[in-house]
């Protein structure tokens, strides 16, 4: 057993019972040190860098109001809809509760989607971090996961409908499908069945996987350490006396306070939205979800929440012209590789052979369950993003300045897909759908390729920082 401190002698009541504690759970004490006042963050993390701490606040307070609103909800398909209702006019403080849970969920995607942004201007997920942005990812696939879930629960018109078109996709998957859908809904329709389901893990099984990956993700951030904008490692260049960085600040008290002020602007922007805009004309709360959920009558148009659409617009441009153009890039691609792959033997057939079998299984099954798999795929493809990046440097400072561009396209092109997406089906949206979609797939695939193109700065050997 360890020898135990003593407090000084007049100390005061914080300083005794802080050493009362440190002699009892030093555990605490040595992960505090670890994580927070001995772990050494580069001093120049700039405005991108609030929103790792905001995703966690969100977490908390989707945590925190969920547990309220599961006190007086009803898992019921009988009872849903009036439960909600019951929180939001006669529990006091029911309307708020659940306008910060809502408002919440929007919320959480806006500032996951600004992080993990802030990763891929700054490679934030290349060596020595990809496990860190794998851990990422996959907290992005549970959020997503979480976010349908929850939709369902108010069990209005929108959540309902929504909610049976989605299932029904899975359908859409050869030999297994229509299988899936039903273990998925419980049942034939969505009915008391699903609501249950969803219910349970909503409330249990997700979070506590979300919350492990979070712990996960934070773990092994800590280990290797922060990026930076500049993509610099910091611990390459220590103190020879002490073998702290020499660019790098305690991340508490520096960056704990630093992010106060991000908490606040947040807050603000937060509490203005919950109080005055709740429902943001329609993109956080629809009109129809106002309206009990009724089977046999369908909603004029039917389209996910706002986070959903981008990868919903990419589902639905996928049709049988799209599955052609598809199956002629994938034999160019396959001619290409033959061609320039520079293989021989039997490997220089290699690509041909699987550009063939490719394309034929594009013809083999139906728009409909490539839609599902092109779904599927614009999330899946973001783990694969470590070893697509083939740029010889990390942050988009020293790479050249057509890359800025290229980022730049992405992020509207990705706009538009989501815009898209809320709006009813029409014969020119397809068409600016499919294009966004083969750029967005082109940015990845192309990715080993365009990332090592160009002239690209002298990287320093010290992080830029300028005082404010």
Not at 1 to 23: D, F, I, R, Y
Not at 76 to 86: G, R
Not at 227 to 235: A, F, Q, V
Not at 381 to 409: C, T
Request: with cysteine; hydrophobic share 55%.
């Amino acid at each position: 057993m360890a020898e135990m401190k003593q407090a000084p002698a007049g100390a005061s009541v914080l300083v005794q019972t802080t050493t009362w504690l440190e002699n009892r759970f030093p555990t605490a004490f040595d992960a505090y040190k670890v994580h927070m006042s001995e772990y050494y963050a580069p001093k120049n993390f700039n405005f991108w860098y609030f929103f790792g701490a905001l995703s966690l606040l969100v977490l908390v307070i989707q945590i925190v109001t969920g547990i309220f609103l599961v006190m007086h909800y009803k898992p019921d398909a009988a009872k849903a809809f009036e439960s909600v209702e019951y929180i939001m006019r006669d529990v006091p403080w029911g309307w708020l509760v659940r306008y910060m849970h809502s408002t919440g969920a929007s919320a959480f995607f806006i500032v996951v989607y600004l992080h993990m942004f802030r990763g891929l201007i700054y490679g934030s997920y290349r060596k020595p971090r990809e496990l860190v942005w794998l851990f990422g990812c996959a907290i992005f696939l549970c959020l997503m996961a979480e976010a349908f879930m929850g939709y369902l629960l108010p069990w209005g018109q929108m959540s309902y409908w929504g909610a049976q078109v989605i299932i029904n996709l899975f359908a859409a998957i050869p030999f297994v499908g229509p299988d899936l859908s039903l273990l998925i809904r419980g049942d034939y329709v969505v009915g008391d069945a699903t609501l249950n389901r969803f219910f349970s893990f909503h409330v249990i099984a997700v979070p506590l996987v979300l919350l492990g990956l979070v712990v996960a993700h934070l773990l092994a951030l800590h280990d290797v350490g922060s990026n930076n904008p500049d993509g610099i490692e910091i611990k390459a260049k220590k103190d020879p006396k002490t073998g702290i960085p020499l660019d790098g600040i305690p991340f508490h008290p520096y960056y704990s306070v630093h992010d106060v002020l991000g908490v606040s602007v947040f807050l603000m922007v937060f509490t203005a939205i919950i109080f005055f805009a709740p429902e943001m004309g329609g993109y956080f709360l629809e009109a129809n979800n106002f309206i009990p959920a009724d089977p046999l009558k369908t909603p004029l148009h039917i389209a996910p929440v706002w986070y959903f659409t981008p990868f919903y617009s990419m589902l639905r441009a996928v049709n049988d012209e799209m599955v052609n153009v598809l199956a002629v890039i994938v034999a160019l691609g396959g001619i290409l590789a033959f061609l320039k792959a520079g293989l021989t033997g039997f490997w220089k057939f290699v690509p041909l052979v699987l550009a063939v079998v490719f394309a034929v299984l594009l013809k083999t099954f139906d728009a409909k369950f490539w839609g599902v798999v092109v779904m599927g795929g614009a999330v899946i493809i973001l783990f694969a993003l470590p070893w697509l990046d083939r740029s010889p440097v990390k942050s988009i400072r020293y790479r050249p300045g057509w890359n800025k561009v290229l980022y730049g396209v992405f992020v509207v092109i990705f706009a538009v897909l989501g815009y898209l997406g809320i709006k009813p089906p029409s014969v020119v949206g397809t068409y600016v759908s499919q294009a966004g979609t083969l750029f967005y797939f082109g940015f990845f695939l192309l990715m080993p390729w365009w990332s090592r193109l160009g002239e690209f700065k002298a990287v320093p050997d010290r992080v830029t920082f300028h005082a404010h």
